[in-house]
C-alpha cells in the first residue's frame, strides 16, 4: 500500500507568517503534486515534481514556491501567508503513469 | 491549457436509483481520465480511469464512458447506496509533464436510504 503521509492535519497561522507543509511518500515514486481544493473549485495545481530538485510550475503558483531536497519529500512553501491561501492542502504522488495517491490533507487557515 | 467542467455540482438520489455525473474538456490531446471518489473527511481515492483508446469502461456498479468527438466523459452508478455518498472529481491529462492532471468542480453526490 502506498503511504502518503503530511506533517499536519491542521494548522492556523497569521497573515504574514512562513508556513511550511511537507508530504512524505514510501514508494519511492517519481512524481509528486501539491493541490488545493475549495469547494465548488475542485483540485487545483499548485506545483508538481518528477524528480529531485525538479519543480515545475501548476496552474496556480503565485505566493507559493516548493522544495524537493529527497525523492520522498516535497514541502509547500508560503512565503507570506494571506488570508486567500487558507484552503484544504493536498499532496499527491504517483509513479508517472496512472493513479495518483493523495495524502489525508492540510487544512490550513490563516487569520 | 485543459479546462474540465463537471455538472450537477450537487445530485440526491434515492437508494437504488441510477447516478450520473458529466464532464467535458477542451484539450483534444487529453487521453487519460480518472475519476476519484472523496469520502467526508477522507483523502481522495481513484475508483476508475478511461484511456482514449475505448469508448466505455466498467467496474461492477460503476462505469464510465467517453465520446472523444463531443470531448465528454460520464460516470454512471447504477443501485446506488448510502456508501456512495461522496464528492466525485474528475480528471483529464494529455499523459505527458509527468502525468498532470486538470480537475472538474467536483459533485456531491448524496444517496437518501
Known amino acids: 500500500d502506498v503511504k502518503v503521509t503530511q506533517s499536519s492535519r491542521y494548522l492556523v497561522k497569521r497573515t504574514g507568517e512562513k508556513v511550511f507543509l511537507e508530504c512524505v511518500q514510501d514508494m519511492d515514486h517519481e512524481n509528486m503534486f501539491w493541490y488545493r481544493q475549495d469547494p465548488g473549485l475542485g483540485l487545483r495545481l499548485i506545483y508538481f515534481s518528477y524528480d529531485v530538485k525538479m519543480k515545475e510550475k501548476g496552474d496556480i503558483p503565485e505566493g507559493y514556491s516548493v522544495s524537493r531536497e529527497k525523492k520522498e519529500r516535497f514541502s509547500l512553501i508560503l512565503e507570506s501567508a494571506s488570508t486567500n491561501q487558507t484552503s484544504m492542502y493536498l499532496c499527491?504522488?504517483?509513479?508517472?503513469?496512472?493513479?495518483?495517491?493523495f495524502g489525508p490533507g492540510t487544512r490550513l487557515t490563516v487569520l | 491549457g485543459e479546462n474540465v467542467e463537471q455538472h450537477p455540482s450537487t445530485l440526491s438520489v434515492q437508494e437504488g436509483d441510477s447516478a450520473v455525473i458529466k464532464c467535458t474538456y477542451s484539450?483534444?490531446?487529453?487521453?487519460?481520465f480518472p475519476w476519484y471518489k472523496q469520502e467526508l473527511g477522507k483523502r481522495p481515492q481513484l475508483i476508475i480511469d478511461?484511456?482514449?483508446?475505448?469508448g466505455e469502461k466498467k467496474d461492477q456498479r460503476i462505469a464510465v464512458t467517453l465520446n472523444k468527438t463531443a470531448k465528454h466523459f460520464s460516470l454512471h452508478i447504477t443501485e446506488t447506496q448510502p456508501e456512495d455518498s461522496a464528492v466525485y472529481f474528475c480528471?483529464?491529462?494529455?499523459?505527458?509533464?509527468?502525468?498532470?492532471?486538470?480537475f472538474g468542480g467536483g459533485t456531491r453526490l448524496m444517496v437518501k436510504p
Open positions: 499527491a504522488t504517483d509513479e508517472g503513469a496512472d493513479t495518483q495517491y
Open positions: 480528471a483529464a491529462s494529455n499523459g505527458n509533464a509527468g502525468n498532470m492532471l486538470t
Open positions: 484539450d483534444s490531446a487529453s487521453n487519460y
Open positions: 478511461i484511456r482514449s483508446n475505448v
